[in-house]
């Protein structure tokens, strides 16, 4: 059965400091592995996501995730963060061969400090 | 429509009321999904329905919870006998399922926050 660890709850970082939120995964198949963000307020919207192909993926507003298969991983990172990117980040999978179910992790509240 | 639209918006009501919550999914989408998210503990995943049909319910916490979806749209979330447990944000997705419909985005609504005294 698919799981999806979420290890930090709350990452407080300053300003256009760099930061990294962590996600593992845990499947017997192939998988697509996907970030999602809730800002204040707003509700859930996708990041970006890695279906197949490159194992490096970014999103428009400078986020990009790395799949690592041998670590079972999928970390989001951003070099500098803006005080706009403060909001709960959900790491997500699905299996490949099998149906539309989704799981979450328990997300990943970023706090961004002038 | 522009988005997913969820209602009622907030629903306040009394431990073993039963109560009704509906999604109004995106035109065309064929996938819905219905997750669950309470304070602290991320999105836990109920059903899914493709058109009409559910393959896996396997996410309801109980034969309290059921879900049906009409004419591959509308789909309706219904809490019997609720529990306090039960408190919490509902929320909907949709997505577009083409193709194999795997690994799409799914769009969600505000959801329905749910408040059982």
């Known amino acids: 059965a698919q799981s999806v660890t979420q290890l930090d709850s709350q990452v407080p970082v300053f300003e256009e400091a760099p930061v990294e939120l962590r996600c593992n995964y845990s499947?017997?198949?192939?998988?697509?592995l996907f970030w999602y963000v809730q800002y204040p307020n707003q509700g859930l919207q996708l990041l970006l996501k890695?279906?197949?192909?490159?194992?490096l993926v970014e999103s428009i507003n400078g986020f990009e995730a790395e799949f690592n298969k041998s670590q079972t991983s999928f970390h989001l990172r951003k070099p500098s963060v803006h005080i706009s990117d403060t909001a709960e980040y959900f790491c997500?999978?699905?299996?490949?061969?099998?149906?539309?179910?989704?799981?979450f992790g328990a997300g990943t509240r970023l706090f961004v400090k002038a | 429509g522009a988005g997913v639209s969820q209602s009622p918006s907030n629903k306040v009501t009394e431990k073993g009321k039963d109560v009704e919550l509906r999604c109004d999914p995106i035109?065309?989408?064929?996938?819905l999904y219905w997750y669950r998210q309470s304070l602290g503990q991320g999105l836990e995943f109920l059903i899914y329905?493709?058109?009409?049909?559910?393959?896996?319910k396997s996410g309801l916490p109980s034969d309290r919870f059921s879900a049906e979806r009409t004419g591959g749209s509308v789909s309706t979330l219904t809490i019997q006998r609720t529990q306090q447990e039960d408190s919490a944000v509902y929320l909907c997705?949709?997505?577009?399922?083409?193709?194999?419909?795997?690994?799409?985005?799914?769009?969600f609504g505000p959801g329905t926050r749910l408040l059982v005294l």
């Open positions: 499947s017997s198949v192939s998988v697509y």
């Open positions: 890695y279906l197949s192909g490159s194992t």
């Open positions: 997500a999978v699905s299996e490949g061969t099998g149906g539309f179910k989704t799981i």
């Open positions: 329905f493709q058109g009409n049909s559910a393959p896996d």
């Open positions: 035109s065309g989408h064929t996938a």
């Open positions: 997705a949709s997505s577009y399922s083409g193709g194999s419909g795997r690994g799409e985005t799914q769009y």
